[in-house]
């Protein structure tokens, strides 16, 4: 019932930009934080951002400044702006909801920096 499909992702220099969509079904979008976790090959899946349901922002130290996060309710969206890439920002992004105690996920997109 709860989908949540990112988009967004792709290759770019690095000090480039890119924003990154998450769009939500089966949920009262304004009702929902969300935020935005990545995985690096090998790595664990790091949490990046999260937009509260007050609309409250925090961010990862390794992306604070750099990266900002934004919803558009009436299109049942997240976004993560990304600004200022580094290679090691290369990664899968999943946006992520919770809903009566469980996580949903999305199915994630890849972001590729090059130097």
Request: proline residues 2%; charged residues 15%.
């Amino acid at each position: 019932q709860v989908h949540l499909v990112e988009s967004g992702g792709g290759l770019v220099q690095a000090g480039g930009s890119l924003r990154l969509s998450c769009t939500a079904s089966g949920i009262i979008f304004s009702n929902n934080g969300m935020a935005w976790y990545r995985q690096a090959p090998g790595k664990q899946r790091e949490w990046v951002a999260i937009l509260t349901i007050g609309g409250n922002t925090a961010f990862a130290d390794s992306v604070k400044g750099r990266f900002t996060i934004s919803s558009d309710n009436a299109k049942d969206t997240v976004y993560l702006q990304m600004n200022s890439l580094k290679p090691e920002d290369t990664a899968v992004y999943f946006c992520q909801t919770t809903r009566y105690g469980q996580n949903y996920w999305g199915q994630g997109t890849q972001v590729t920096v090059s130097s």
